[in-house]
């Protein structure tokens, strides 16, 4: 019986759904993530799911294994190849000071030492001629001298490679003739835009993190042929589509926020489902917190990540869904700073040894160790991946930090939850009040492990009164990878002014893209159903810097001479900026193309009907719970929601439980179980 299934790695446990596509059923697996060893968590999950490895079909994977490896960069000996005269491009960055009065600023910290970064006599212009031929026997000598040096990748980024790269391939070639055991990349590759800075930090990151993502997908790859697996793993990308993994072995930075992009992609297809246009994801699982806006249905997609934040961090210029993550989770530790206040996060206890009430050795009290002593949680039931909780050790370490504010213990959980929720708030501002929306016209999707727990606080926090919880919230990220399709993003930098620059050519050019992406995704592992093709356009103001991204209209200028690109293009930027100059000249600067190749996707099973009020056995009992440390411990209905039917109303307080997670409504909320299973949420002005 053919099996699709999905497998998410985070920071503290390794989520698995699948898909039985003759039955229909799901079938749910949680399992502790291995630090030590990814690829075991990947088939402990498996395992807890009960996925007959010699029916597996079709896998996705997503995983954290590049931005960790980023992050605290345990990456690859790596070199850097650059053209004559641009060696310190990449170590002086842009000059960003966006903190203008702070003497304590820190600039970013190449992953490239000076001493690995050579340069080889060659150039090209912007326009794509060729200045200077490459040099090949120098390029020789620089690549003697690499083995030497002992490196395990090398990244090229020669000048102008986007716009013609034919000296990076030869290149290429070169290098991997002398060093056939070392990881290269080209810029080219991996990126199309201009900015030479941008540009070469991507493909330094890439190269950074090659060797150990290449090994690792690899083995994955090779441990599930070896236990029966009739299926070559699919990889979920920060683009939102899936890709087969020699793509994804030679774009390994497309794998950034693999994880979170599968909550995204289960967002906007249950946003189909419930009718809605627009939505915030809200992912809050053991490490993070992560959001993101949908808007008419369509993927949030930034042009630039910046790796360990915008101040100081390295920019990777990929396709990437625009996501907000904050380092706040349920196993964020709650400490004290010299002055004695109180922070939580970003700091995580993670999956080794966690939380104290996981009972693996935590000594820390954290998010989910505050939720034990008010009650949120039951002290004597289970977490994720069934580990009962240790209700003792939780009161244990929050006591221990309640002595040294000098608190009682409930006034310092309280505060614990309070500042996690403050915390995780403001990634969904980052999200919408910062870019000008308001959180309060959209309805909050709350998943991961933790969400359902804490997101009434959060909604409160913003204003936002429409939240809904789907089916299967503490794995719904996984779910969400089994929505998605095969998708490739290219992006090509070629500066036209409208006006003077026929139509026909846009046109053109857009078409030599999808025939190129074509290609690709049908070159492909992974089978297709159909291919559509999505057009778009950075574009500017002559005489602007920076570009607004905006879906491209059809390029055939109207009969009264009136461009449709440019009134679209008009109508971005007045939105974005709030004016818009219709009488000046524009000019398109890149051409942007996905190309989306269909997939199969489950289908999600309804519940049966029942009335307004729960049936009796849904009710499993009470419990007191602290929602407020003034007014005390309230007692609180608790339901199983796996009982729960479509048109039942729980009106809280309530504990909604289910085996990986739990939905808290506090005073004054009401849950409605729609046909879908999902709880439609509405907060209450309760505490």
Not at 132 to 137: G, N, T, V
Not at 459 to 470: F, K, N, Q, S
Not at 571 to 596: C, F, K, N, T
Request: net charge negative; with cysteine; glycine share 10%.
């Amino acid at each position: 019986m053919p099996i699709r299934a999905a497998v998410d790695i985070g920071g503290t446990f390794t989520d698995v759904v699948a898909y039985h596509e003759q039955t229909g059923e799901l079938l749910l697996g949680k399992a502790l993530s291995t630090p030590r060893d990814l690829i075991q968590g990947v088939f402990d999950g498996l395992s807890t799911a009960d996925v007959p490895l010699d029916e597996l079909a079709f896998l996705i994977h997503g995983s954290t294994i590049v931005v960790n490896a980023l992050i605290e960069r345990r990456g690859a000996r790596t070199a850097l190849v650059t053209t004559a005269g641009f060696r310190d491009v990449y170590e002086i960055g842009r000059i960003n000071r966006p903190d203008a009065f702070n003497l304590s600023f820190t600039r970013h910290r190449p992953l490239v030492p000076r001493e690995l970064v050579l340069e080889i006599p060659e150039r090209i212009a912007a326009d794509g001629m060729v200045m200077r031929p490459l040099d090949e026997e120098r390029a020789r000598a620089v690549a003697r001298k690499l083995a030497g040096l002992g490196v395990e990748a090398v990244a090229v980024a020669l000048l102008h490679a986007y716009r013609n790269p034919a000296h990076e391939r030869r290149l290429g070639q070169l290098l991997r003739e002398e060093l056939p055991d070392v990881y290269v990349t080209l810029s080219h590759e991996i990126s199309r835009e201009y900015r030479e800075f941008e540009r070469t930090s991507t493909v330094v990151a890439n190269a950074f993190v090659g060797p150990i993502v290449s090994d690792y997908l690899g083995r994955l790859d090779q441990r599930l042929r070896q236990g029966g697996a009739r299926t070559s793993v699919a990889i979920m990308q920060s683009n939102g589509g899936v890709s087969d993994v020699a793509t994804a072995s030679a774009q390994c930075v497309q794998m950034l926020e693999s994880g979170p992009a599968g909550g995204v992609v289960g967002t906007i297809a249950l946003c189909e489902a419930l009718g809605y246009r627009e939505a915030i994801a809200f992912d809050m699982g053991g490490t993070t917190a992560k959001s993101a806006v949908i808007r008419d249905l369509t993927f949030p997609v930034a042009s630039d990540y910046f790796l360990g934040g915008y101040r100081t961090g390295l920019p990777i210029r990929i396709p990437c869904l625009d996501i907000v993550e904050v380092g706040t989770g349920g196993g964020s530790v709650a400490w004290l700073d010299e002055a004695g206040g109180v922070h939580v996060g970003p700091r995580s206890a993670g999956a080794e040894p966690g939380p104290a009430c996981f009972g693996r050795g935590g000594t820390e009290p954290t998010i989910t160790d505050a939720a034990v002593v008010l009650g949120h949680l039951s002290p004597d039931g289970r977490l994720s991946g069934d580990l009962p909780i240790d209700g003792e050790a939780a009161h244990h370490v929050v006591r221990t930090l309640a002595e040294r504010l000098g608190l009682d213990i409930v006034t310092a959980a309280a505060g614990i939850i309070a500042i996690g929720a403050a915390a995780m708030a403001n990634s969904v501002r980052a999200v919408t009040t910062e870019r000008g929306l308001d959180p309060r016209d959209f309805a909050l999707f709350a998943y991961g492990g933790n969400g359902p727990l804490h997101i009434s606080l959060v909604a409160r926090e913003l204003g936002v009164t429409r939240v809904v919880i789907p089916p299967v919230p503490a794995v719904f990220s996984a779910l969400g990878m089994l929505m998605a399709d095969a998708r490739l993003d290219l992006v090509q930098t070629g500066v036209r002014t409208l006006g003077s620059t026929d139509p026909g050519e846009i046109e053109e050019a857009y078409r030599t893209l999808e025939v190129e992406c074509a290609q690709r995704l049908r070159g492909s592992a992974i089978g297709l159903d159909q291919l559509e093709f999505l057009r778009a356009a950075d574009m500017r103001y002559v005489g602007q810097e920076h570009t607004v991204t905006l879906p491209a209209p059809a390029l055939l200028a109207a009969d009264d001479g009136d461009d449709p690109l440019k009134r679209a293009f008009d109508a971005a930027h007045g939105q974005r900026y709030s004016h818009s100059a219709p009488g000046e000249p524009a000019q398109v600067v890149s051409l942007r193309v996905s190309a989306v190749g269909k997939l199969g996707k489950p289908d999600v099973p309804k519940v049966a009907a029942g009335d307004l009020a729960p049936p009796a056995p849904a009710r499993t009992g009470a419990r007191d719970v602290v929602f407020d440390p003034v007014a005390g411990a309230v007692p609180t209905a608790v339901y199983d929601r796996a009982r729960l039917l479509a048109g039942n109303r729980v009106a809280g307080p309530a504990a909604i439980e289910e085996p990986t997670t739990t939905t808290l409504l506090r005073p004054g909320d009401t849950a409605r179980v729609d046909e879908f299973g999902n709880l439609l949420v509405e907060i209450g002005a309760g505490a």
